[in-house]
């Protein structure tokens, strides 16, 4: 009986690709054995392995996101802190122009001090050189006249006496100029 599934009219066996109804009879059983043994053990578990793939591709793009959204305020945080470094950058530049400014007026007002002291003993010592000068040069004069008044009277004038008269006279003849 089998072979009568398999035969043909005139009772030759068909050729391995011919199509018969009796192949199309066996090929659909089949198909249908193998599609119940797979829809029964092999679907089941396709479809739990799909499930369990398409939750973790869920939950790996929520972290994705999670992860995009903390780096996004990390890098909010990172300008904010670039911002305030540079703002204070900026402040103590300021501060230290400030305060170079602040040393070079004093180093400025200490350096003219400086110099109006030395001008100012300068002037002190200038002053007292011309006074001694001076009275170094009316010694000198009253010295000068003592000895030109002996000569003319020829007699010497020693006496403090007499030296005190001539520079006397001096000092009156300093002080009409």
Known sequence: MPILLLSTEGGALPGP???TPALAV?????FVVVFVILAKQLFPVIVRATAEREETIKQ??????????????ALEEQRKLLAGARSEATALMAEAR??????RSLAVEKTRAEQD???????????????RAIADLRREAV???????????????????????????????????
């Open 143 to 177: 010295d000068l006249a003592i000895a030109a008044a002996g000569k003319v009277i020829g007699q010497s004038f020693d006496g403090a006496d007499d030296r005190k008269l001539v520079e006397e006279y001096l000092g009156s003849i300093g002080k009409s100029s």
């Open 60 to 73: 790996q793009l929520a972290e994705a996101k999670q992860m995009h959204a903390e780096a996004q305020v």
């Open 17 to 19: 690709f011919q199509p």
């Open 117 to 131: 002291d030395m001008l100012a003993r300068a002037r002190h010592d200038i002053e007292a050189q011309r006074i």
């Open 98 to 103: 400030t305060a170079a400014d602040r040393e």
């Open 26 to 30: 066996w090929t659909v059983l089949v």
